[in-house]
C-alpha cells in the first residue's frame, strides 16, 4: 500500500500561483511514477501531469502546458504541482496518485485514471475571477 497526502490548496485570484505537494509513505516511492489529475463540479477527473520515477519525463495536459510544472524529490518522497497563471477554469480537487506500470509520464497521461494504482484524497484549489 501506498499513502498518499495533498497540501497546499486554497484560494487564490486568477493570475496567482499556487504550490500543491503531495507526501508519500507506505512502499518504495521511487517504483512509482506519480500525476496529479483534477476533478471539476458535474465533471469527470482529468489527467493534469505526470512524472516517471526518475523525474526525467514529464507529462502535462495541454489546457495545462506552460504554466504547471511537475516535480518530484525521491529523497523526500514528495511530488510537487506548482501552477502558475492560474484561471477560473483551474478550479477543481486535485489529486495525487501513483502508478506502479509506468515508464512514460505520456503513457501515464494516454490513459488517464484508470491506470493509477493509489490515490490521495484531494485537496481543493479555487480560482476566482
Known amino acids: 500500500q501506498v499513502q498518499l497526502v495533498e497540501s497546499g490548496g486554497g484560494l487564490v485570484q486568477a493570475g496567482g500561483s499556487l504550490r500543491l505537494s503531495c507526501a508519500a509513505s507506505?512502499?518504495?516511492?521511487?517504483?512509482?511514477?506519480m500525476g496529479w489529475f483534477r476533478q471539476a463540479p458535474g465533471k469527470e477527473r482529468e489527467f493534469v501531469a505526470g512524472i516517471n520515477w526518475t523525474g526525467d519525463s514529464t507529462y502535462y495536459a495541454d489546457s495545462v502546458k506552460g504554466r504547471f510544472t511537475i516535480s518530484r524529490d525521491n529523497a523526500k518522497n514528495t511530488v510537487y504541482l506548482q501552477m502558475n497563471s492560474l484561471k477560473p477554469e483551474d478550479t477543481a480537487v486535485y489529486y495525487c496518485?501513483?502508478?506502479?506500470?509506468?515508464?512514460?509520464?505520456?503513457?501515464?497521461?494516454?490513459?488517464?485514471?484508470?491506470?493509477?494504482?493509489?490515490w490521495g484524497k484531494g485537496t481543493l484549489v479555487t480560482v476566482s475571477s
Open positions: 507506505g512502499r518504495t516511492f521511487t517504483n512509482y511514477a
Open positions: 496518485a501513483a502508478a506502479s506500470g509506468f515508464t512514460s509520464a505520456q503513457v501515464m497521461g494516454a490513459i488517464g485514471p484508470a491506470g493509477m494504482d493509489y
